[in-house]
């Protein structure tokens, strides 16, 4: 794979590249870091046609509204590969740098998120509508299959998920769908310095509840032992109601066993490591987050 990042960069750049490193991230992409020139790339490449086509145009809407992403230096299709030559934003993973984070940095870092959502309601969405309610029960149903299959968690646990969702009836119906980024939580929100510097792989973005991403923030964050001090900070920030809070707790939930489920599923022929120590940690966070939603 580095010989053909090596002669992709010599075919666009007319250079090889000075250093190549395969990136860790990228279940669906082959990403790697190229320093050509004293400039630093990111690469993607994918054997799917036309995989990069929504995202050009995410990113080109994304520049236009004042997000923090990467510029598109080169696209097009080499050997068996479609690929996306991006600019390289600074910054690290909020998962990364959490634990060196303050609660003035975590603050800093909430409300720049709340900004950033702002400005990601001008997004203009070109996919399908469904009442809203059909992403809760379709997520509960994938979950659901999930974990039968896999059979490492208790499958009551996303019926007792089902059956709250039965209080949101009103709440869903009514709800005023936005744009919004649905996938920044411990990965794709860069920090540098206290600060939110980038947004990376905006290959798709969420039309509907924004509270789901304040959600998946808050499990992902406890799912790797942190506190969720940014999570209630942003809920701060965006002035909810008491309503708003209790639906981004069942949020919570679904998330959870969302997670349940890809634990020991195999997605682009990687396994999802599962264990003991991964089913105890989520099994404990489902418990907390259902007595505290029982309790609200």
């Excluded at 992709?8 to 395969?22: M, Q, R, S, T, V």
């Excluded at 965006?238 to 599923?265: H, I, K, T, W």
Aim: aromatic share 12%; net charge negative.
């Amino acid at each position: 794979m580095e010989s053909t990042v090596n002669e992709l960069c010599k075919n666009i750049f007319g250079i090889y590249p000075d250093h190549i490193e395969k990136c860790s991230v990228g279940s669906v992409n082959i990403v790697y870091m190229a320093d050509v020139c004293s400039e630093r790339y990111v690469i993607r490449l994918n054997r799917d046609k036309g995989a990069y086509s929504e995202s050009i145009d995410l990113l080109k809407q994304a520049w236009s509204l004042g997000l923090p992403v990467s510029k598109v230096v080169n696209i097009g299709v080499y050997e068996e590969f479609e690929f996306i030559i991006l600019t390289y934003v600074r910054g690290r993973d909020l998962g990364i740098v959490y634990p060196m984070l303050n609660t003035a940095d975590k603050m800093n870092i909430a409300a720049e998120v709340v900004c950033l959502q702002q400005k990601a309601a001008g997004f203009v969405y070109k996919g399908n509508r469904y009442p809203w309610y059909k992403f809760v029960y379709d997520a509960l149903d994938v979950a659901e299959k999930r974990i039968r299959q896999n059979g490492f968690f208790d499958v009551s646990k996303v019926e007792k998920v089902r059956q709250a969702s039965q209080y949101f009836t009103g709440y869903f119906e009514t709800l005023n769908p936005v744009t919004y980024l649905d996938d920044i939580s411990t990965k794709n929100l860069l920090i540098e310095n206290g600060h939110v510097s980038g947004i990376v792989d905006i290959d798709e973005i969420g039309f509907g509840d924004r509270l789901t991403y304040v959600a998946l923030m808050r499990v992902a964050l406890r799912n790797m032992g942190y506190d969720d001090i940014i999570a209630d900070q942003i809920l701060n920030f965006m002035n909810v109601g008491d309503v708003e809070r209790r639906a981004e707790l069942f949020y919570a939930l679904l998330y959870c066993v969302d997670f349940m489920g890809e634990r020991g599923s195999v997605f682009n022929g990687k396994k999802v490591p599962v264990d003991e120590k991964i089913i105890s940690r989520l099994n404990n966070i489902y418990d907390i987050l259902w007595n505290t939603f029982c309790g609200v």
